[in-house]
């Protein structure tokens, strides 16, 4: 991946300020590795965090400085927010649109959210409440060491299209529309299954176009970007992680998509460019 003079400028590095986490929500390490299971490249955590036990505890965490390889990652995620910016600004803009860019919260170990406390164990997550995309860079370890996945530089800029992605759902409206459907209890837990899969679909699908587009426009692919950002999709599949975790698949209870779903509606992003190739909803609740 190349990088660019691009920055977004919508970056808010909360890393190494101290005390920034208030409380733990949940029972403890068990809960920590099913929030990351169920909302790593998800949307709104909420519903994990307030399902917990009631459980809390304080945390403390001494104010520091940066390193210079931590201040390298957040100069490279301001820049993948600015190419973000960049293709999502002309999109809107060829559809009569405008487009208002999320924040970037960039956060180790705990943070508070508009979706209540965010943990670095739950993964990158957009937070639709408070329209800000969370991430603990620590986390990228995890997906390598417990998924499986190899992370390379254009791995974290496929994760954070993919936020990014959750928060376009916002603006355009699709998020409300799913919460309308989950809150008026007239949908089966399979059916809006259904629908979460559609919708993290869409945000995989969002990425590939947002990565055909910056391509474009940027020229940043070298090769073996388009590889890891598929195997870091496919490495998140419900399928996957349920037979790492419990030894087999149950597709009803899938929320993300299977692995090569992930990887289909990524690649269909990439390969048409256009956003209105993307109704994953139409395509997947026939």
């Known amino acids: 991946m190349k990088w660019t003079d691009d920055r977004g400028g919508n970056v808010e590095d909360r890393r190494g300020s101290g005390g920034s986490g208030g409380m733990i929500v949940g029972g403890g390490l068990g809960t920590l590795i099913i929030a990351a299971i169920v909302f790593f490249l998800g949307g709104d955590p909420s519903s994990i965090l307030s399902s917990g036990s009631n459980m809390s505890s304080p945390t403390q965490t001494e104010q520091r400085e940066l390193n210079a390889n931590e201040k390298k990652i957040g100069e490279m995620v301001d820049m993948m927010s600015g190419w973000n910016n960049l293709t999502w600004n002309q999109i809107f803009k060829e559809n009569g649109m405008t487009y208002t860019p999320p ?82 209890g007239r949908y089966s837990e399979a059916d809006m299954n259904r629908v979460s899969v559609a919708t993290e ?42 037979k790492r975790s419990q030894g087999y698949v149950n597709q009803e209870s899938f929320t993300h998509g299977s692995s090569a779903q992930r990887k289909e509606w990524f690649m269909k992003g990439y390969n048409t460019g256009d956003i209105r190739q993307g109704d994953t909803f139409n395509q997947l609740l026939k």
């Not at 956060?107 to 406390?117: A, K, L, R, Y």
């Not at 408070?130 to 190899?150: C, H, I, P, T, W």
């Not at 474009?216 to 496919?234: F, M, N, V």
Request: glycine share 8%; proline share 2%; hydrophobic share 40%.
């Open 201 to 242: 679909l869409q945000a995989d699908f969002y990425a590939g176009v947002w990565a055909k587009n910056i391509d474009q426009e940027r020229h940043i692919l070298e090769p073996g970007d388009i590889d890891s950002a598929i195997e870091a999709a496919q490495a998140v599949g419900d399928d996957n992680i349920q």
């Open 103 to 184: 924040k970037i919260v960039l956060f180790e170990e705990t943070t508070q959210s508009g979706c209540g406390t965010a943990q670095a164990a739950m993964g990158p997550f957009y937070c639709p409440a408070d329209q800000k995309v969370y991430m603990d860079m620590s986390f990228f370890n995890e997906l390598q060491q417990r998924f499986g996945a190899k992370v390379t530089e254009f791995t974290i800029a496929y994760v954070l299209a993919h936020e990014v992605g959750h928060h376009v759902q916002t603006l355009l409206g699709t998020t409300q529309k799913v919460d309308a459907l989950r809150r008026s």
